[in-house]
C-alpha cells in the first residue's frame, strides 16, 4: 500500500532541489567546479615529485616561421616571485616589418600559489586592456589546434596576444578546462608537469598570420621539450 504523506514529502523535496538548482547560474557552479578541482589538485600534489623537460626551453629553435630570436633580459626578482615557474623562455623574434615578443613559463609540479597565471589576468595589472577576445585555431603535425586570441591596448598602443597551455599531449586554451585536468592528471597520471605559451604581436592583419604560422612551428617545439 501507498504511503501517501511520504510519496508528497519526497516529491514536495524533489520539486524545492529542482528549484533551488535552477536558481544558480551556470557560471556560478562553473567557478565551484574551478575551486573544488583547484582544491583536489593542490591537496593531490602535495606530496608529488617535480617533473622535468626532456629538452630545456633554451632547446627552442631560434629560427622560426622566417623568424629569428634574440634572448631577452632576465626577469626580475619581483617578477620571478609572482610566477614561480620552473624554468621559463623570453625571446623577441623578428623579421623585417615585424616583430613578436615570445615568453613561456614552464612548472614541473603545480600546486597552490605555484600555478601557471593566465595573461587575461597579468595583462590588466600591467595597465593593458583586453578590448576583445576569442579564439584562432592553428595547425600542427596536420592536426588542428585552438588558441587564445586576444586585442589589447595600453596609451593607443594596439597588440595582439595569442596563448594557450601545453603539457605532454596536450595543448588546450581554456584554464577551466585545464584546471579540471590537472586534477585529473594528479590522481591518474602522477603528473602536474604543465606550461603556458603566450606570443605578442601588433594588432594588424598581416601581422595575426604571421603569428598564426609562428605558433604552428612553436607547437611542435614546445612538444619536442615534453618528450612528445
Known amino acids: 500500500m501507498v504511503d501517501w504523506e511520504t510519496a508528497v514529502q519526497s516529491h514536495s523535496g524533489k520539486l524545492m532541489n529542482i528549484r533551488f538548482r535552477s536558481r544558480i547560474p551556470w557560471h556560478v557552479i562553473g567557478t565551484l567546479l574551478l575551486l573544488t578541482a583547484t582544491l583536489a589538485a593542490s591537496m593531490l600534489t602535495s606530496n608529488r615529485k617535480a617533473e622535468s623537460l626532456a629538452q630545456p626551453l633554451d632547446n627552442i629553435s631560434r629560427q622560426i616561421a622566417g623568424f629569428t630570436g634574440t634572448d631577452n633580459p632576465e626577469l626580475g626578482a619581483h617578477v620571478l616571485g609572482e610566477l614561480k615557474p620552473t624554468s621559463y623562455l623570453s625571446r623577441t623574434y623578428r623579421k623585417p616589418g615585424l616583430q613578436a615578443d615570445l615568453f613561456i613559463a614552464y612548472y614541473a609540479q603545480q600546486r597552490a600559489g ?78 602536474t608537469a604543465a606550461s603556458i605559451v603566450r606570443i605578442i604581436v601588433p594588432d594588424e592583419p598581416a601581422a595575426l598570420e604571421s603569428a598564426r604560422a609562428f605558433a604552428s612551428e612553436l607547437l611542435i617545439q614546445v612538444r619536442r621539450s615534453f618528450g612528445d
Open 114 to 191: 605555484e600555478s601557471m597565471h593566465s595573461p587575461k589576468h597579468c595583462l590588466p595589472g600591467a595597465g593593458w586592456e583586453i578590448w576583445d577576445y576569442g579564439s584562432l585555431d592553428v595547425k600542427a603535425n596536420g592536426r588542428n589546434y585552438t588558441i587564445n586570441n586576444y586585442a589589447i591596448s595600453n596609451s593607443g598602443q594596439r597588440m595582439r596576444v595569442l596563448y594557450w597551455y601545453q603539457s605532454k599531449g596536450r595543448i588546450i586554451a581554456s584554464e577551466y578546462t585545464g584546471k579540471l585536468l590537472l586534477a585529473r592528471d594528479a590522481l591518474f597520471q602522477n603528473s
